[in-house]
Nanobody, 120 residues
Framework: QVQLVESGGGLVQAGGSLRLSCAAS????????MGWYRQAPGKQRELVAT??????????NYADSVKGRFTISRDNAKNTVYLQMSSLKPEDTAVYYC???????????WGQGTQVTVSS
């Protein structure tokens, strides 16, 4: 059974940084797209960033609200995807979820989420 486990969340002051990690229980070579989503209280879950593995290259995509501040990366050797978050703002406060799309399918797996709280 595929499991995605997020870690790295916490409380940080505005302007600070955090790095989230999402460790998969299986090889991430089997996922063509991995991404981070977030859900703030009372709001819908929204895309933060995705990284697609195409042949030997990677393609990234970011929500406008995080461009220039967040960086997504993946390490297939460690079966892990990361989200480096810098210049954090109170509006970045949310539960952050990792998602993985199985290659050549529409099957998605989600992690349990990790809380990020940014104080002003």
């Amino acid at each position: 059974q595929v499991q995605l486990v997020e870690s790295g969340g916490g409380l940080v002051q505005a302007g600070g940084s955090l790095r989230l990690s999402c460790a998969a229980s299986v090889s991430t070579f089997g996922f063509n797209v991995m991404g981070w989503y977030r859900q703030a209280p009372g709001k819908q879950r929204e895309l933060v960033a995705t990284i697609a593995s195409i042949n030997s290259a990677s393609s990234t995509n970011y929500a406008d609200s995080v461009k220039g501040r967040f960086t997504i990366s993946r390490d297939n050797a460690k079966n892990t995807v990361y989200l480096q978050m810098s210049s954090l703002k109170p509006e970045d406060t949310a539960v952050y979820y990792c998602k993985a799309r199985v290659r050549y399918s529409s099957i998605d797996y989600w992690g349990q989420g990790t809380q990020v709280t940014v104080s002003s």
